[in-house]
């Protein structure tokens, strides 16, 4: 019995990793050329090559611009750019155009080749870095993770959907009364957050 229970447990762990490629989607960023795109720089992956200049200058000025204006990220992470719909849904992506992983790297789809876009999934890294994924996610508050996200990277689109621009304006309005957040700025100094619950007067769409 307990040998037919190793051959069990030996047959689950081979076929975990099969799985989450299969399933979890976003794993695919940890081996993207086995997914179908072609690393064709230390960060830059891609499915159409001829694209390679234009997915490079986006994401270099995506980078800049969230080195001086945000915070030092302390390694910038590998970016996959899809330029097909067929590329997109490899890597999970079907409504949202652009999502991050963790700081294995971000993920923009065909219909996300956009500098604010480029730049919000960088942000979501640096948060990653300097907080930790799992203590960005578990214990900051969603308003002011993505609130920051659409703030600071200067996202164009005024109204965003409602509670997107929620999101938006409580950041917004927990800057105005607290002072950026310190820890994104270049001294890599402790983050002064709010934690789970805390808010302004606007907040608790979380």
Not at 20 to 48: M, N, Q, Y
Not at 58 to 72: A, K, M, N
Not at 142 to 155: H, I, K, N, T
Not at 181 to 198: C, H, I, N, Q, V
Request: charged letters at 20%.
């Amino acid at each position: 019995m307990r040998r037919k229970f190793k051959h069990i447990a030996f047959i689950i762990l081979l076929l975990s990793p099969l799985a989450a490629w299969a399933f979890v989607k976003p794993v695919r960023v940890l081996a993207p050329e086995l997914a179908g795109v072609t690393c064709l720089s230390a960060h830059i992956c891609v499915d159409d090559a001829s694209r390679f200049v234009e997915a490079t200058r986006l994401y270099d000025e995506g980078v800049s611009f969230v080195q001086s204006q945000v915070g030092t990220m302390q390694s910038p992470p590998r970016a996959i750019f899809c330029s097909t719909a067929e590329c997109s849904r490899t890597f999970g992506l079907t409504q949202a155009m652009a999502y991050n992983v963790g700081t294995f790297g971000v993920v923009i789809g065909d219909r996300g080749w956009r500098s604010y876009l480029v730049r919000h999934e960088l942000i979501h890294h640096l948060q990653n870095e300097r907080l930790g994924s799992l203590n960005a996610v578990l214990l900051k508050p969603v308003w002011f993770r993505e609130g920051m996200a659409y703030s600071l990277s200067e996202d164009p689109r005024r109204p965003l959907p409602p509670r997107l621009d929620g999101y938006r304006a409580d950041f917004e309005s927990w800057v105005q009364a607290n002072g950026p957040p310190t820890a994104l700025d270049r001294s890599g100094s402790p983050m002064k957050t709010p934690s789970r619950g805390a808010a302004t007067a606007n907040v608790g769409r979380i």
